[in-house]
């Protein structure tokens, strides 16, 4: 469930890049070598490549069933990415940052990396894997002149101050560089799932020196030769990195450094989520409170899954999955407030208004929904690129309970009954509006309920046709309220998400 919490955050930041107009790549992936994999193989009785094409077929379809519109998807066990992790080592290795030495230390094959003894619980496990005793290790491998790196990355993070995104995890990682860089090891022995180092057949590169050039990888397009050149003609220096907390530090401290080292630019920024825990508990397969995405989308839906991870959840923040509440907050919010909003609305539109939404050339400047809607666009826009996605969901649902108000306390069916014609039109127009404005913004979050909404308003926009949307939907003038005229002939509405119940209500 982490990485389709990540992927999520990264798939509405594309969406909404790309309803903005702008050029967008997004990337995912899996990162396939190392003991880990290699172990977990073995545990399954499978070649290690065998392995890893079953992972990444799964990937693929929960990715298709969440409604993920990535671009590309990188693979480390590629041939191409062998060949760019090679021309990477060797032109560290040429600028004199890798050397051979011994290696000490107690190693975690879960997070496929060495711990200090203070960062190891009394039992020897690492906290991240209880289940897991770190084991010793006594080696000779290859190293990374990390420490030569110290100032050149205390002076980045103190020039850019938003390198490492949020401030917490930035204090995390400038505590962890103030106490001194140790050199890291960037090879193993007795680990044959790996690119073998260049210099040494007898090693193999170390999976996380491998993992991160992934980004580079990926970059490449299809009819290019694998080289750096190549990789970074277009794209490069991507403008951010979505990572989980676990893995902050090899983005944000290992991976600066190996780019200095090889003389290239690096990254813009590097923003590190929370963990996900269950009913207020960690999540783990000893107490059998794992969350499995595929059953979540299979009962409830991707808008559904999506719009309550990116609403409940602080991006940054640790975050909770409790079902109730899913199921609660996914009622109260698109089924009754947006949902009912927008099927009375239009229930009134084709008994009142003949089916046909009324054009108002102009709302008063007071207008209670206009004054609410105008600025509603700058305001989720700056909330979007900050990656606040529960203040986006905020700003947008303030515009619908204030519509909700507005209608009750207008009420039109009573200005109907009284022949005042050209007032009912008039609130009728700014609640669809309001409506149409929402659902515009909220797109990117809900694509498919999005759609439903535009549908029904009987405006041709399909949020799910990627770089194509910003041609049919403007961003400048869809994202702006009172400024689509509809005229067009309604059909009946129909719900667009339909109430939930908890699996023991359907039970009973």
Not at 9 to 35: C, M, N, P, W, Y
Not at 79 to 88: G, S, T, W, Y
Not at 293 to 308: E, H, I, M, Q
Not at 466 to 488: C, L, M, Y
């Amino acid at each position: 469930m982490g990485s389709a919490y990540t992927t999520m955050v990264a798939d509405v930041i594309a969406r909404f890049k790309r309803l903005q107009g702008s050029s967008v790549l997004f990337i995912t992936g899996t990162d396939e070598h190392g003991q880990k994999i290699q172990r977990t193989a073995v545990e399954r009785s499978l070649d290690p490549q065998e392995h890893c094409d079953q992972v990444v077929a799964s990937f693929e379809d929960l990715w298709q069933k969440l409604n993920i519109q990535y671009d590309r998807f990188s693979r480390t066990t590629s041939q191409r990415h062998a060949a760019i992790v090679k021309e990477f080592f060797q032109r560290v290795y040429d600028n004199d940052d890798i050397y051979l030495a011994q290696q000490q230390g107690w190693y975690c094959v879960p997070c496929e990396e060495f711990k200090e003894k203070r960062e190891l619980r009394e039992d020897a496990c690492c906290p991240l894997h209880p289940n897991k005793k770190a084991e010793w290790r006594d080696e000779e491998n290859y190293f990374f002149r990390l420490s030569k790196y110290q100032e050149a990355l205390e002076t980045l993070y103190e020039e850019h101050c938003d390198f490492i995104e949020p401030e917490t995890r930035r204090n995390e990682i400038l505590k962890f560089v103030n106490q001194g860089l140790q050199d890291f090891s960037v090879s193993r022995v007795n680990v044959g799932w790996g690119f073998p180092v260049p210099v040494d057949v007898n090693h193999t590169i170390y999976v996380w020196f491998d993992a991160l050039l992934g980004y580079v990888t990926a970059l490449l397009d299809s009819d290019q030769e694998p080289t750096l050149e190549n990789a970074l003609s277009k794209w490069w220096p991507i403008n951010l990195h979505l990572i989980g907390k676990d893995i902050l530090r090899f983005h944000a401290v290992y991976w600066p450094a190996m780019l200095m080292s090889a003389k290239l630019p690096l990254p813009k920024k590097i923003f590190s989520h929370g963990f996900l825990t269950k009913n207020g508990q960690k999540m783990s397969k000893s107490l059998g409170n794992t969350l499995n995405p595929f059953d979540l989308v299979n009962r409830y839906g991707s808008d559904a899954v999506r719009y309550y991870f990116l609403k409940e959840i602080e991006c940054g923040r640790d975050g909770d999955f409790n079902e109730t509440r899913f199921v609660n907050v996914l009622n109260a919010d698109l089924a009754n407030d947006l949902g009912n909003l927008l099927n009375r609305t239009l229930g009134m539109t084709i008994k009142y208004c003949k089916g046909v939404i009324p054009r108002v050339a102009n709302f008063p400047l007071d207008h209670p929904l206009k004054t609410t809607g105008q600025d509603l666009g700058l305001r989720v826009t700056q909330a979007y690129e900050t990656i606040k996605f529960d203040q986006v969901c905020e700003e947008i649902f303030n515009l619908i309970r204030a519509s909700n108000k507005f209608i009750d306390e207008q009420a039109p069916w009573s200005l109907f009954k009284q022949g005042k014609q050209a007032e009912v039109e008039t609130i009728l127009a700014a609640v669809l509006e309001s409506v149409r404005l929402s659902a515009y913004l909220l797109s990117p979050i809900i694509p498919n309920l999005s759609n439903n909404i535009y549908q029904q308003l009987g405006l041709s926009v399909d949020f799910n046709e990627g770089d194509h949307v910003h041609q049919n939907a403007p961003f400048t003038q869809h994202s702006r309220w009172g400024k689509i005229e509809v005229s067009q002939t309604l059909t009946k509405p129909q719900p667009i998400f339909v109430r939930l119940n908890l699996p023991e209500e359907e039970s009973t």
